[in-house]
């Protein structure tokens, strides 16, 4: 939609507002609006026989909002096939970083032990929770981060999850396309514009 601009914590919230979220290609913000968009309706989250094996199992510690910081670092370094580098930026790091001094941008975390193995970050607006990456360094770590915060939200009345563009990974949780002028008034229906 867009090209060039500064990533201002106000400009990256106003974005967000409308429905456009940023996405680098080497230095240069691009600005985008996906049609469709991916999302997932928290209420049709799906969890396998597998993974909830993993669950019961105790295996794993989730935490919100304990390791922003090391997260969202661990989303800019994590290796992804058929990509060559990262969106992520310093100035997204800082950026994102200063939206969770906010209150804005929140963290979900997967530990083994004492070791962060898994997580993912987004921005919360009103009832929508705009999810931006995730990471996992063991099997089945980012899926029980995002398990686990799915239904967190749920427990806090979030009605719309912003899953940006289509993942397999994603896609296996119950995430599915919808006309982006219907994701852009659920923003409106769920607070998120505001």
């Not at 990256?12 to 996405?23: D, M, Q, V």
């Not at 968009?37 to 669950?55: C, D, T």
């Not at 935490?63 to 800019?76: A, G």
Request: hydrophobic content about 40%.
């Amino acid at each position: 939609m867009a090209i060039g601009g500064d990533l201002s914590v106000e400009r990256i919230l106003l974005a967000y507002r409308k429905g456009i979220f940023p996405w680098f290609e080497g230095t240069t913000p691009l600005w985008w609006s996906p049609n469709p968009r991916f999302v997932l309706f928290p209420n049709k989250l799906f969890v396998s026989k597998s993974m909830r094996q993993v669950i019961k199992s105790n295996k794993f510690h989730f935490t919100i909002n304990q390791s922003f910081s090391e997260v969202i670092h661990s989303c800019k370094i994590q290796r992804r096939e058929g990509q060559f580098g990262t969106w992520i930026t310093h100035e997204v790091e800082a950026s994102y970083t200063q939206l969770h001094q906010m209150g804005y941008a929140h963290s979900a975390e997967c530990w083994l032990n004492n070791d962060l193995v898994g997580g993912l970050y987004g921005i919360r607006l009103g009832k929508v929770f705009f999810g931006e990456s995730m990471f996992s360094k063991s099997s089945n770590a980012s899926k029980f981060a995002f398990i686990n915060y799915v239904n967190q939200l749920i427990s806090e009345g979030v009605q719309l999850i912003d899953c940006q563009v289509y993942t397999n990974h994603l896609e296996s949780l119950g995430a599915e396309m919808i006309h982006r002028k219907d994701f852009i008034q659920l923003l409106a229906d769920y607070d998120a514009d505001r």
